[in-house]
């Protein structure tokens, strides 16, 4: 019995916020058939697609899709079993229409032969442009084309499109269906459509009217029209639509009546289909390799970074202007740098200018004038010295806090919780003196930015919750 379904819906309830969309919603899309969902803007139908297709969930009930329920691991739903097209266009703008096929057809395991027939059929039966016109130079109505090609290059088992026909030429709206009644009968394909146009699903095989959270009838057209005495589809949804308004619920009042034509189940059994349902295991599902997959998405990034010029122009000269600044600003030999000296050892080191001191350059073996000596070893092109008695006349002079050690030792401290300062330490520990990451200089310093990147990574976490609140 369960395997006669494609689709089945049990007591779907779902709300937004406090919007009530599906009130006990029932449904039943039989194998190998087409099924027009019908029912007004806004009534839940791409929703109710989305839930089908393991997009979006159910607050409660049950939703079953070729035996599997969508979203679970064993289902295969997403996946090849099943062709979606949206009614949103979701299309990548920098595609042309041969890259959008052959992407969904690499993703859904077809061969690069079987698509390329595939995209020469699809394309005279969906009258498409040329292969290698861009996505975005089209029109809404082309994009919409490309978009029913790519939901049925790879001959899925359920087909589901929402709204396909909006404004297309009515030939080729009538050749789209009399496609979808070749597959459903000659390959078992089960077809579920919604659309505007009521009289347009005359040739299902099963209609659904849906309205106010609620299915009002299930039935083949046919059957539609004979029971409520109309001459059109239009008017029996009006009989439909009025009844409900004047009943709490035309399922209720008509329970016993209405049937589930695909299946031959009443609604009065729905308890019983539903425990089949539970205990029915799905058969294997066409698996589709990781390679294929990832030879997709490479193909598809790849187009996508060749067609977008902007990001290629700056991907291709944002690194050549990169290094050209790297050669003029580093790696050639400092000269005249001007370097403030704060020397509280000795008061005077300019020797012979300002204070008239005598300096012995002679290299003794006394530890005595060492930071002068030091001093002294500097190349006079390099750096040239400028010497201070305290360090805030350096500050203002040099305008930085550096170095450490000349710091007061409470500004010395702040500069030690600075995210650069210890860990700059420890870099210049591990390049020039070879220190190992387990010497206390070098691992502090990492401490150090370690904490910064959690303390940011904390205060980003609260600001994005912050926000979404």
């Not at 089945?8 to 058939?33: C, D, H, W």
């Not at 089960?190 to 659309?195: A, F, G, Q, Y």
């Not at 990832?294 to 067609?307: M, P």
Request: charged letters at 20%; one cysteine or more.
């Amino acid at each position: 019995m369960v395997q006669q379904e494609a689709v089945i819906v049990r007591n779907a309830i779902k709300r937004y916020e406090k919007e009530l969309v599906f009130n006990g919603l029932n449904m039943t899309v039989p194998r190998g058939s087409i099924y027009g969902l019908l029912g007004a803007s806004g009534c839940g139908k791409t929703t109710l697609l989305s839930c089908i297709v393991g997009i979006q969930y159910l607050d409660s009930g049950e939703v079953w899709v070729l035996g599997g329920n969508p979203g679970s691991k064993d289902s295969g739903i997403p996946g090849p079993q099943v062709g979606y097209m949206p009614q949103e266009i979701s299309l990548i703008e920098e595609f042309t229409i041969s890259n959008a096929l052959y992407y969904f057809g690499r993703i859904n395991g077809l061969d690069d032969e079987e698509i390329e027939t595939r995209q020469r059929f699809l394309s005279e039966l969906l009258q498409l442009s040329s292969a290698n016109r861009l996505v975005k130079n089209m029109n809404a109505d082309q994009q919409r084309r490309i978009s029913l090609a790519a939901a049925m290059i790879h001959r899925p088992e359920l087909l589901i499109l929402d709204e396909p026909t909006v404004g297309l030429d009515p030939i080729l709206r009538e050749n789209i269906w009399a496609y979808m009644i070749q597959i459903t009968q000659e390959e078992g394909i089960t077809v579920l459509i919604t659309t505007h146009y009521i009289e347009e699903t005359k040739d299902a095989n099963k209609i659904g009217l849906m309205r106010c959270g609620k299915m009002l009838a299930e039935l083949t057209p046919q059957k539609l029209l004979e029971r409520f005495q109309c001459s059109s589809l239009e008017e029996t949804f009006l009989k439909l639509c009025k009844a409900q308004d004047n009943t709490a619920s035309l399922n209720d009042a008509q329970e016993s009546e209405v049937e589930d034509i695909g299946s031959g189940v009443s609604y009065q059994n729905q308890n019983e289909q539903t425990k089949a349902i539970l205990e029915y295991k799905a058969v294997s599902k066409r698996q589709v390799s990781r390679l294929k997959r990832f030879r997709a998405l490479l193909a598809k990034n790849g187009n996508q970074f060749l067609h977008f010029y902007g990001g290629l122009v700056y991907a291709i000269l944002f690194p050549i202007i990169q290094i050209s600044i790297f050669i003029v600003a580093i790696g050639k030999d400092p000269k005249g740098l001007k370097i403030g000296i704060v020397n509280d050892e000795a008061g005077n080191c300019d020797y012979g200018n300002n204070f008239g001191n005598v300096w012995n350059d002679e290299i003794t073996c006394h530890f005595s004038n060492l930071s002068c000596r030091f001093l002294h070893s500097f190349n006079d092109s390099i750096a040239t010295q400028l010497n201070f008695f305290k360090y805030t006349n350096s500050q203002k002079i040099i305008g930085c806090i550096w170095p450490v050690e000349g710091m007061p030792k409470g500004l010395r401290w702040i500069s030690y919780m600075l995210p650069t300062t210890l860990p700059s330490i420890s870099m210049r520990g591990i390049i020039y003196k070879g220190y190992s990451v387990f010497e206390e200089q070098v691992y502090i310093g990492f401490i150090i930015i370690v904490g910064w990147i959690l303390f940011y990574f904390i205060v980003t976490i609260l600001g994005l919750r912050r926000k979404t609140l």
